[in-house]
Nanobody, 115 residues
Framework: QVQLVESGGGLVQSGGSLRVSCAASGFSFSTYYMSWYRQAPGKERELVAGIGSTGGSTHYADSVKGRFTISRDNAKNTLYLQMNSLKPEDTAMYYC????????WGQGTQVTVSS
């Protein structure tokens, strides 16, 4: 069955870095558009970054542009989000999402940035 399993979240100080990963299985990962979303308590889920199936095109929310980098390894069926210069407002549950007509979501990994 389809699985998206995020990992790598945790507690980090403001200005620090963290890399979260999303391991995919059960579908043709290399043909799907992948993205990272986040949801903070009391707020709507928002798009953080997206990447095309080959990794050749990326898109970032203005709030993370220049600080976060999305990437993928199609040989390993894994999606990554490198987060640098983290801010307290980056605190949220981070979810990976797969899309190709249908949508699959992971269960999320918590990122907490302390001030």
């Amino acid at each position: 069955q389809v699985q998206l399993v995020e990992s790598g979240g945790g507690l980090v100080q403001s200005g620090g870095s963290l890399r979260v990963s999303c391991a995919a299985s059960g579908f043709s990962f290399s043909t799907y558009y992948m993205s990272w979303y986040r949801q903070a308590p009391g707020k709507e889920r928002e798009l953080v970054a997206g990447i095309g199936s080959t990794g050749g095109s990326t898109h970032y929310a203005d709030s993370v542009k220049g600080r976060f980098t999305i990437s993928r390894d199609n040989a390993k069926n894994t999606l990554y989000l490198q987060m640098n210069s983290l801010k307290p407002e980056d605190t949220a549950m981070y979810y990976c999402r797969a899309y190709r007509g249908v949508v699959y979501w992971g269960q999320g990994t918590q990122v907490t940035v302390s001030s």
